[in-house]
């Protein structure tokens, strides 16, 4: 039983420790979140959101959206949408594009330079790509939104993109926006532009006719049912963030061509062939900007191995939480299935469920089962205005007869008191369970640190506040929170203030951060000065809002979460902002700058040291040839005979290592080859050259060979 209450205590110890980063992010500050005015000006978007993702057909196997190059520069529903959208930063962004083609892109080779000016000026949305299975053939489709405003100068800008392609051939439909892009034979792009919506549309696919382009074209129309559009509202609503979406039952006729039949069956035991989808994302929804993978699998606890979780959050804090922290413990018939399940794959050190709750009652008192029927399943930590809490639901017959084990168990000594109309439960317990089974085995050295750890007790202190079992380290806690009266629930606050959703949560955690927004907004302005630096653009930067003139709020949230609800498994982590945020606890983008300039430098300056050691380690082997040269020299041998497989001196190839790839002897010269891709392209040599004093060799001369100097020994130099 000792070890029951000392490890559930242990337990809390450590995922409080683990939250230690959230106080420091909260900058230990109990300020409450003001409300803020709005900015009244209109909101103007550099670019526009996605269009394809509406329009997939059912048999879509794979979905991919890569975000337009200024979709980060462009307003979305966040905290950033004032500081975005406002006419002073959406004309210093233009500014920008204006410098990057000035400065940029007119400098590119002929090449690359009409794609990248199309993509960079002209695309106005993300690029998506679908897979979609036409007739059992995989076809490509290819979204985006373009800047023409009519078929004329869209098929001129076309026109000259493609003819920059080499073996590209545009075949367009008369008086049409749309076509054929030919690239020989058997190869075929069909496109089509839509000049009032700006929506341009490619298709492919292998051994397709054009007649089949046409008919998957035709395909391309309103679907607001497809099963992709729950996980992609859920990570990415504003459609113009990195989104991947693979729909696995769709994928697996493709996929078991390959495959065998066990390999199959294995899938499908696991119910990949009942998968909806697996999305991984980086968007806005919900007001925040959200990094998720989530797979949408609906199957039975039978064939998942993490519980589904259903958690109902009813405790509350004192004035609004600085952080919490969500568990959800599995519950008795959960355990017993996952358990059961492992202990019939045949699981090294799983023990049958039957097993494990005898040996539980046989050593503590108590089954797992009781103990998972007592407590739970949701366990909420968290730090408010008073301090640091855990709460746990609890079932008020089964904890008044694990207590009475406890007491019956071990040294476990359990008191009630009654302050201010207060309850408060104490429950101290030794942490030596058997100390007097030590006096017998101590000697008298050892006796003094046994009795003292004797005296040592792990005390726990609680109040039960309806369903919910409030802990706390000290019941000054407990009563100072009784006094100040808890009225916020950590429930709604979550939903409401941090954007996070607790209940199919099995382990999350959310931090409200103090001028979160704020700190991201002048790191952004940082990054504007740099990029405009780096373009030639003119940005006057003083045209700019302050972040109080913006509404930024005074607290900002970011989360992380494991779902494991019904339906959806997934890793979650939520921003007020977005990776500005990320910069909160570094300084400055200042700091990230200085940074890189000392990785810039200090990175290639330790991989030319590791080469340069790499070379001086290889040159030993030319000082064994250079030996056996000599001595083949003293003993009569004439220069132009020394050669590879002369007397001791082996084949080239016979010298091959992990550094060097042969060494060629021809007339006592040295000739090393090095494999090493870090010494550059094509053969990299050093070249040993005896030098000769009468019939003696006085030196050897290394500076010949192609080996870059700064690689090269010092006496090769």
């Known amino acids: 039983m000792n070890t029951l209450f000392t490890g559930g205590l242990s337990l809390k110890k450590v995922l409080v420790a683990s939250l230690v980063w959230?106080?420091?992010?909260?900058?230990?500050?109990?300020?409450?979140?003001?409300?803020?005015?709005?900015?009244?000006?209109?909101?103007?978007?550099?670019?526009?959101?996605?269009?394809?993702?509406?329009?997939?057909?059912?048999?879509?196997?794979?979905?991919?959206?890569?975000?337009?190059p200024w979709a980060g520069f462009s307003a979305k529903d966040d905290s950033f949408k004032y500081a975005l959208g406002n006419e002073h930063h959406v004309k210093a962004v233009k500014q920008i594009q204006k410098g990057v083609h000035d400065n940029i892109i007119s400098h590119l080779g002929d090449e690359v330079k009409p794609l990248a000016q199309f993509y960079v000026e002209h695309t106005k949305g993300p690029v998506e790509l679908a897979f979609v299975s036409q007739n059992g053939q995989p076809v490509v489709f290819v979204g985006t939104r373009l800047d023409y405003s009519d078929d004329k100068s869209f098929n001129a800008g076309f026109s000259e993109l493609v003819k920059n392609i080499p073996n590209a051939n545009v075949m367009p439909q008369e008086g049409e926006?749309?076509?054929?892009?030919?690239?020989?034979?058997?190869?075929?792009?069909?496109?089509?532009?839509?000049?009032?919506e700006q929506q341009l549309l490619l298709i492919s696919g292998m051994g397709t006719s054009v007649t089949s382009l046409e008919n998957a074209a035709s395909t391309i129309k309103p679907n607001q049912k497809h099963e992709m559009l729950k996980l992609e509202g859920d990570i990415d609503s504003s459609h113009e963030g990195l989104f991947f979406w693979a729909s696995p039952k769709n994928a697996l006729p493709f996929m078991q061509m390959g495959m065998q039949p066990q390999q199959l069956a294995k899938l499908k035991e696991l119910g990949f062939d009942k998968a909806e989808?697996?999305?991984?994302?980086?968007?806005?929804?919900?007001?925040?900007?959200?990094?998720?993978?989530?797979?949408?699998?609906?199957?039975?606890?039978?064939?998942?191995?993490?519980?589904?979780?259903?958690?109902?959050?009813?405790?509350?804090?004192?004035?609004?939480p600085k952080w919490a922290s969500v568990i959800s413990i599995p519950t008795a018939e959960q355990s017993e299935k996952l358990i059961t399940k492992l202990y019939e794959a045949g699981v090294e050190d799983v023990q049958s469920w039957q097993d494990i709750n005898t040996g539980m009652e046989k050593e503590i008192g108590l089954s797992l089962e009781t103990l998972l029927n007592t407590f739970g399943p949701e366990v909420t930590f968290f730090s408010d205005k008073v301090g640091m809490f855990a709460a746990v639901s609890y079932n008020e017959g089964s904890i008044d007869a694990l207590l009475k084990k406890a007491r019956e168990s071990v040294e476990v000594e359990y008191k009630t008191y009654s302050k201010n109309s207060t309850e408060i439960h104490h429950l101290s317990i030794a942490a030596l369970g058997g100390a007097n089974d030590f006096d017998s085995q101590s000697n008298g050295e050892s006796k003094l640190p046994v009795a003292l750890m004797k005296n040592y007790h792990e005390n726990i202190f609680w109040v039960v506040e309806g369903g919910q079992v409030i802990f706390a380290s000290v019941p000054q806690l407990l009563l100072e929170r009784q006094e100040r009266g808890a009225d916020?629930?950590?429930?709604?606050?979550?939903?409401?203030?941090?954007?996070?959703?607790?209940?199919?949560?099995?382990?999350?955690?959310?931090?409200?951060?103090?001028?979160?927004?704020?700190?991201?907004?002048?790191y952004y302005l940082e990054l504007l000065m740099i990029l405009s630096d780096l373009t030639g653009a003119d940005v006057d930067l003083l045209s700019f809002p302050t972040a109080n003139q913006l509404g930024f709020p005074e607290k900002g949230a970011i989360s992380f979460g494991l779902r494991s609800d019904k339906s959806i498994l997934g890793l979650e982590f939520a921003f007020e902002n977005g990776g500005?945020?990320?910069?909160?606890?570094?300084?400055s983008t200042s700091s990230i700058a200085v940074i890189g300039i000392l990785a810039a430098v200090a990175i290639p300056a330790y991989q030319d040291y590791t080469v340069r050691a790499q070379m001086s380690a290889a040159t030993y082997a030319a000082e064994a040839v250079k030996v056996q040269i000599t001595q083949a020299l003293m003993l009569g041998a004439k220069v132009e005979d020394l050669d590879n497989g002369y007397e001791s001196i082996q084949a080239a190839e016979e010298y091959e290592n992990s550094l060097i790839e042969k060494i060629v002897v021809n007339d006592g010269v040295i000739t090393m080859f090095f494999k090493?891709?870090?010494?550059?392209?094509?053969?990299?040599?050093?070249?040993?050259?005896?030098?000769?004093?009468?019939?003696?060799?006085?030196?050897?001369?290394?500076?010949?060979?192609?080996?870059?100097?700064?690689?090269?020994?010092?006496?090769?130099?």
């Open 22 to 68: 959230g106080l420091i992010l909260t900058g230990c500050s109990d300020s409450e979140k003001k409300s803020t005015a709005k900015p009244s000006f209109d909101v103007e978007k550099l670019t526009q959101s996605a269009w394809l993702y509406s329009a997939l057909p059912e048999n879509t196997v794979a979905y991919a959206r890569v975000p337009n």
């Open 177 to 196: 926006a749309k076509g054929i892009v030919s690239f020989g034979r058997g190869a075929a792009v069909y496109y089509r532009y839509n000049s009032s």
């Open 277 to 320: 989808g697996v999305a991984f994302g980086y968007g806005v929804s919900g007001g925040k900007t959200r990094l998720k993978l989530l797979l949408d699998m609906p199957i039975d606890d039978q064939n998942r191995y993490l519980p589904a979780v259903s958690n109902t959050i009813n405790v509350k804090s004192v004035g609004t």
């Open 676 to 717: 090493n891709e870090r010494l550059g392209y094509g053969p990299q040599t050093l070249v040993y050259v005896p030098m000769f004093d009468g019939d003696r060799i006085s030196y050897w001369d290394c500076t010949g060979g192609t080996v870059a100097e700064k690689y090269r020994p010092v006496q090769c130099r």
């Open 488 to 522: 916020t629930s950590i429930g709604d606050w979550l939903k409401s203030q941090q954007g996070y959703n607790p209940e199919g949560t099995l382990l999350g955690f959310s931090s409200s951060v103090d001028g979160l927004s704020r700190s991201s907004y002048h």
């Open 580 to 587: 500005t945020d990320l910069l909160h606890g570094l300084g």
